[in-house]
């Protein structure tokens, strides 16, 4: 039990509590950070909530419900045979079924796919929607593969998850180098094998059960939080230059979301390097952009030999000047050297697009900085928002419209910042959106599990 006596300080019960993880989980380097960022605000709220410390909560909290682990086998275009391996870790369904996105990146492993699973718990309580949280994934790198590569390693995959997986079980979507066509793969052998057309996947196309907006929720919902906590503190996105690092599906619709807004976004990346337009990426460049990106699978220094701007090999866009910063790429994207230098440059505001982008050291200059900054389960929850409303529409067999659907996500967006301000405003006004989000994404899931009992 987490233990409290008159001696011990937050700090105190934070290491003691992160001793136990690291033990239990040996190696797991991201799923320690990532229970060290929700336990820093978590544990010591525990303290003046016996109620949640006697059951344990958080200690369940921290071991997934299960994880499938299983071998995918298959064909590449030379007739080769390939080994993969595949994961899905369902954390936690206290409040509704699994639900959370499937990444396809060689950098996939056990460690990664149980942090992603454990935030996707707090932020889809936070959305106010009923989904429990999940992540999947494998190793299988889709870069250079064929069409029909592609396709025949989604057969394969979907081959063994469709036994773990279901419309009232858990719900996959895409991630990472999981995009329209990963998903339509995937869900086409789901109703193979399955027999049956269920809302067993969102991020489906139009056409077979999909929800408008989808595509843009994430990007558009980060840029939504950043336009909230600007307001709330008194300012305005209009004319702040932004820097947005990945040019993904995350990136490119919260570019979108800027130019939409007055904003001027300013850099792009992958993981080749950055490029810099001063001029500003607007509609025509962000149209050539999504051309490169989603039908010829092109590389972002293209942007640069077209447009005549640099392109920065190798590096991160986070030297450049700007206002407000949009990590939108991956994990651990922003240490705390970057930190500094945005900080330096004169950052007033930071929303997480990507799953832990920031490393902790980064999130604590923010934090000492008193700079806005949302945390992604706050700033990046507007993908499975929309992903809740595939849900709704797909069990309601009807489709709501573009404009209905915007609203939604507006709403929703709006109050996860105003449940972060409600549980992370300090006595001097400073809102700490990191406690706010993990404060109230927690109770949620906390009461849910009080109610179960012992189990
Ligand atoms: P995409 O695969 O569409 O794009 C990922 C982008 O990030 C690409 O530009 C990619 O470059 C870059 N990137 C990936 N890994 C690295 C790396 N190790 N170093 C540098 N750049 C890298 O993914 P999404 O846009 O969907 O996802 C981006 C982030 O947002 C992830 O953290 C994801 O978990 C998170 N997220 C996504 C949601 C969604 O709805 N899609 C919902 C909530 C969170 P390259 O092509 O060179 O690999």
Redesign the pocket.
């Known amino acids: 039990m987490i233990m409290v006596t008159k001696n011990q300080t937050p700090s105190g019960i934070v290491e003691e509590f992160m001793d136990w993880i690291r033990q239990r989980n040996p190696g797991e380097r991201e799923f320690h950070q990532a229970v060290y960022e929700v336990g820093v605000n978590v544990l010591p709220f525990l303290l003046e909530h016996p109620e949640y410390r006697e059951a344990e909560i958080f200690r369940r909290l921290c071991e997934p419900d299960r994880i499938v682990i299983f071998r995918v086998v298959w064909q590449d275009d030379q007739g080769n045979i390939q080994v993969n391996r595949g994961y899905r870790v369902q954390h936690n369904n206290a409040i509704g079924p699994y639900k959370g ?1 499937i ?1 396809f ?1 060689p ?1 996939v492993n056990l460690s990664i796919l149980k942090f ?1 699973a454990f935030e996707q718990t707090f ?1 889809n309580s936070l959305t106010g929607l009923p989904m429990g949280g999940g992540k999947g994934g494998s190793d299988f790198d889709p ?1 250079g593969k064929s069409d029909s590569e592609i396709m025949r390693f989604c057969q394969s995959f979907m081959s063994e998850l469709y036994r773990h997986i279901g419309p009232y079980t858990d719900v996959p ?7 329209g066509r990963e998903v339509s793969y995937l869900f086409g052998q789901y109703k193979r094998l399955a027999n049956q057309f269920t809302g067993v996947l969102t ?1 489906k196309g139009l056409a077979f059960g999909g929800s408008e907006i ?1 595509v843009e ?3 558009y919902g980060c840029v939504y939080m950043m336009e909230d906590m600007l307001k709330h503190s008194g300012e305005d996105i209009d004319g702040k230059t932004a820097v947005v ?8 619709y919260a570019v979108e979301k800027l130019i939409e807004l007055g904003a001027r976004p300013v850099t ?5 390097g950055f490029i810099f337009d001063p001029a500003g990426i607007n509609n025509e460049k962000l149209a050539w952009i999504k051309e490169l ?1 989603e039908n010829r699978r092109g ?2 220094s293209e942007y640069a030999a077209e447009f005549g701007v640099e392109f920065h090999q190798g590096k ?1 866009p986070w030297v450049v000047p700007c206002q407000l910063a949009f990590p ?4 651990n ?1 922003i240490r705390k050297a970057d930190a500094d230098r945005l900080l330096q440059n004169g950052c007033i505001a930071v929303a997480e ?5 920031s490393e902790q050291a980064a999130i604590d200059a923010f934090q000492a900085a008193r700079i806005l900054f949302a945390p ?1 389960k706050a700033a ?5 928002a929309v ?1 809740g409303l595939e849900m709704t529409q797909n069990s309601m067999r009807l489709s709501w419209s573009r404009e209905e659907l915007n609203r939604h996500l507006r709403e929703i967006m709006l109050e996860i910042h105003n449940r972060c301000v409600q549980y992370g405003t300090e006595d001097d006004h400073f809102v700490s959106y990191l406690r706010g989000a993990n404060v109230a994404g927690f109770i949620k899931v906390a009461d849910a599990m009080l109610a179960y009992g012992v189990m």
């Open positions: 996105g990444r990146h950098s992603l932020k870069k979507a895409g991630d990472i180098g999981v995009g991020g989808r929720a994430t990007g690092s990945g040019s993904g599906n995350v990136a490119l792009l990346s992958d993981s080749s990106k590389r972002i991160n939108c790429a991956t994990q994207e697009g990507a799953n832990m982008p992604s990046n929850a507007g993908g499975v992903s």
